[in-house]
C-alpha cells in the first residue's frame, strides 16, 4: 500500500468534510421546493425512507470501496483486483468534473448575490428578475452583453476552491470545513428562527407537519429518491476518494449514519425556513425550486421581512459555505484520480483542472441568458433535441451520470467484489455490522431496480434527480 497516502487528521475533520459535500446547493434551494410539491409532512417521511433504505447502503458502499483500496476513484477497481469494472470510476470522474462547470459558476452568482445583498439591496427588490438576468447577460431593453458580472464572480469562487484543494486533504479540506460548516449550521439556526417567528409563518410549518395521503405517489417517492441520491452526493467521484482517506479503525457505519442525518437534517431546516417564509410573505403558491426561486422569487421574501436585507446576507452566505464545500469535495475527486492515475503534481494539476472547468462553465453562465448556444440531449419523448447547453450540462450529470455510477457501484460490490467485502471492510474497526442480510439484499437488488427506474423514467419522462 501507498504509505504517503494522505488521511484526514481527525474523525471530526472527516465527518464534517463528507457531510460538507453533501450539504449543498441541492439541500437549500431544491428540497424545500420539493417538500412543497411532494405534500410537505408526506414528502418529509417518504425522503427519510429513502435516506433510510438507499442512502445509508449507498453511502456505506461506496465509502467501504474507497478505504478498502486506498485508492482514486478508477484505481479504487484496478486495486480490489476487478479492472473490468474501472468504468464504473471514469463515469464518477466524469460526471463531477461536468458538475463542477456549473456548480463552480452558481457559486460565482451565489457570492454575487452576497456581494448584492451587502451593497445594493434596493437595487435587488426593485426589479429582482431583472438583476438577476442583468447578471446573466440580457438586460432589461431586451439586449444582450456578455455576463462578466457573473464570470467574475465565478472566478474569484473557483480560486478559493483551487486554493483550499492544493493545500491538501488536511490542511485545506478539512481546515475549511472545520470552519465552514460550524458558520453553516450557526447561519441556518438564526434563519430559522427568524422565518418560524414571522408572522404567518404558521400555516407553513402546518403545512410541513401534515401527512398528506394523496401525496404518497410514486412521482413523490422518485422524486425523494433522486433528491436523496443527489443531496447525498452518491453516484460520484467522491465518497469513494473521501473513504480512501480514512484510518482502518475508523467506524465506517457510525459514521455513514452521523453525515446523512446531518444532510438530512440540514434539508429539513431548510424547508423549515424557506416554506414558513414563503407562506408568510408571497403565499403559499410561490414556494419553488432551483436558481430562478433562490434569486428572484426570494427578493419579495427578504423584502418583506423585517431585517430582511441582514438575513438577505445571512441566507446567501448558507448558500455560499454550502456551495463551497461541496464544490470543493467534487474538485478533489477529481485532482485525486490525475495526480495519482498519471503521477501529476497536485498543485499544477488543480491550477490546471480549475482554469479549464471554469472556462468550459463560462459556456453554461452565457448560455442562461446572453447568447443562444445550444447543446444535445436525446430522449424517448423527443428523440434528438437541442436544449441550451446549460440544461444539456445538466441533463447529462443529473439524468445520466450519476444514476450510471451509482449502479455501477452497486452491481460490482453486489455482484463481483460481493458484499462479503464490503461487510469485511465495514467491520474492520472491530464493530459488528448487524444488518448484514439486509445490507446485502439492498445492494444486490434493490437498489439496482430502484436507480434503473429512476434512468428510465428520467429518459422517458424527463424526471430529473436534482
Ligand atoms: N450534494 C450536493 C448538494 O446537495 C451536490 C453535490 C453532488 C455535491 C455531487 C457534490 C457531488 O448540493
Redesign the pocket.
Known amino acids: 500500500m501507498d504509505n504517503s497516502r494522505a488521511q484526514w487528521g481527525s474523525k471530526l475533520g472527516f465527518i464534517l468534510a463528507a457531510a460538507g459535500?453533501?450539504?449543498?446547493?441541492?439541500?437549500i434551494w431544491k428540497f424545500p421546493g420539493r417538500a412543497y410539491e411532494g405534500g410537505g409532512g408526506t414528502f418529509l417521511l417518504v425522503y427519510l425512507a429513502m435516506v433510510i433504505f438507499f442512502g445509508v447502503p449507498l453511502m456505506l458502499t461506496e465509502l467501504a470501496v474507497g478505504r478498502a483500496s486506498q485508492s482514486n476513484v478508477v484505481g479504487a477497481f484496478n486495486k480490489l483486483g476487478h479492472k473490468g469494472w474501472s468504468w464504473v470510476g471514469w463515469v464518477g470522474v466524469l460526471g463531477?468534473f461536468v458538475?463542477t462547470c456549473y456548480?463552480s459558476h452558481v457559486g460565482g452568482w451565489v457570492l454575487r448575490y452576497v456581494w448584492g445583498y451587502s451593497v445594493e439591496a434596493p437595487a435587488i427588490y426593485a426589479d429582482p428578475l431583472g438583476y438577476f438576468y442583468d447578471t446573466l447577460g440580457l438586460a432589461s431593453d431586451g439586449s444582450t452583453h456578455f455576463p462578466w458580472v457573473a464570470i467574475l464572480f465565478a472566478a474569484i469562487f473557483m480560486a478559493c476552491n483551487a486554493v483550499v484543494i492544493i493545500r491538501g486533504v488536511e490542511g485545506g479540506i478539512e481546515r475549511f470545513n472545520k470552519i465552514g460548516m460550524p458558520a453553516l449550521f450557526v447561519i441556518l439556526l438564526v434563519l430559522l428562527v427568524r422565518a418560524v417567528t414571522l408572522p404567518g409563518a404558521e400555516e407553513g410549518i402546518k403545512y410541513m407537519l401534515t401527512f398528506n395521503p394523496e401525496k404518497l405517489n410514486l412521482t413523490t417517492m422518485l422524486s425523494a429518491l433522486g433528491q436523496a441520491f443527489?443531496?447525498?452526493?452518491i453516484g460520484?467521484a467522491?465518497l469513494i476518494t473521501y473513504g480512501s482517506y480514512l484510518p482502518r479503525s475508523e467506524h465506517l457505519t457510525r459514521n455513514t449514519v452521523l453525515i446523512c442525518a446531518m444532510d438530512t437534517l440540514v434539508a429539513m431546516l431548510a424547508g423549515f425556513i424557506i416554506v414558513p417564509a414563503v407562506f408568510a410573505t408571497l403565499g403559499a403558491d410561490h414556494v419553488g425550486k432551483g436558481g430562478g426561486f433562490a434569486f428572484v422569487s426570494l427578493a419579495g421574501v427578504f423584502e418583506q421581512m423585517p431585517g430582511g436585507r441582514l438575513f438577505g446576507v445571512l441566507f446567501y452566505l448558507l448558500l455560499l459555505f454550502?456551495a463551497l464545500t461541496?464544490c470543493i469535495?467534487?474538485i478533489e475527486g477529481i485532482v485525486a484520480f490525475l495526480t495519482e492515475h498519471f503521477s501529476w503534481e497536485r498543485k499544477r494539476t488543480t491550477v490546471l483542472v480549475c482554469i479549464v472547468m471554469f472556462l468550459i462553465g463560462c459556456l453554461y453562465t452565457c448560455s442562461q441568458a446572453a447568447y443562444p448556444l445550444k447543446g444535445i440531449w436525446l430522449d424517448a419523448v423527443n428523440g434528438l433535441s437541442h436544449p441550451a447547453f446549460c440544461d444539456a450540462m445538466e441533463f447529462l450529470t443529473d439524468r445520466l451520470m450519476i444514476p450510471f455510477c451509482a449502479l455501477g457501484c452497486c452491481l460490482f460490490v453486489g455482484w463481483c467484489w460481493t458484499p462479503e467485502n464490503a461487510i469485511r471492510e465495514i467491520e474492520q474497526s472491530g464493530l459488528r455490522f448487524g444488518l448484514k442480510k439486509v445490507y446485502a439484499l439492498i445492494i444486490r437488488f434493490v437498489a439496482p431496480a430502484a436507480i434503473i427506474v429512476i434512468l428510465g423514467m428520467s429518459l422517458i419522462t424527463g424526471t430529473t434527480l436534482s
Do not use: K, V
Open positions: 459535500s453533501a450539504i449543498g446547493l441541492g439541500n463531477a458538475i456548480y443527489y443531496s447525498l452526493s460520484m467522491i454550502a461541496s469535495s467534487l
